[in-house]
């Protein structure tokens, strides 16, 4: 049986795993820089915490999905909930955890009164785009997403 729950700090280490399997399943395992003891210290160490978590976890194989996201604002729609990764373990996909993933973080989105739920997907990722499209996402064709890593923020930084 799955059950959705709240993220723990105890979870990290299960967390981090889910990211990296996510890594190398979109091709960039060096890519990560991050750390179960980061996610520890970020997430459930600092007031107030860099991100939440909702947790999927079997019964019998432990943590098998995640939902990593943390609020932010729009300047033209007010608060947001930006979901930074949805991942389920590969062994547990086609399975509902994902939906079930999914409707807890939209549950919580409408508890916290967002009026925005933001999230990116890879273009060809397309067992994702199926996924979202299913739920009824919208997607943006018109933004460009920008990003500036730590090297470039040291240099423009000066």
């Known amino acids: 049986m799955i059950n959705i ?3 723990r700090i105890e979870d990290c280490d299960a967390v981090f795993n889910l990211i990296f ?3 190398v399943f979109e091709k960039e395992p060096d890519a990560v820089e991050n750390s179960p ?4 210290k970020d997430g459930f160490e600092q007031n107030p ?3 939440e978590l909702i947790i999927a976890e079997d019964d019998e194989s432990g943590i098998c999905g995640m939902a990593m996201f943390y609020m932010a604002y729009s300047s033209w729609k007010g608060k947001m909930l930006y979901l930074d990764d949805l991942v389920v373990a590969a062994d547990m996909r086609n399975k509902g955890i994902g939906k079930m993933l999914i ?3 939209f549950k919580y989105a409408k508890e916290q009164q967002v009026n925005i739920v933001k999230w990116e997907v890879l273009d060809w990722n397309t067992n994702a785009i199926k996924f979202y ?3 009824g996402a919208n997607f943006s064709e018109e933004w460009i997403h920008c990003k500036f890593y730590k090297n470039q923020i040291k ?3 000066k």
């Open 37 to 40: 003891e980061q996610l520890r």
């Open 155 to 157: 240099l423009l930084a």
């Open 21 to 23: 399997e996510l890594a």
């Open 49 to 51: 915490p860099l991100f």
């Open 133 to 135: 499209e299913k739920l």
């Open 5 to 7: 729950r709240k993220g």
């Open 103 to 105: 409707k807890a973080l």
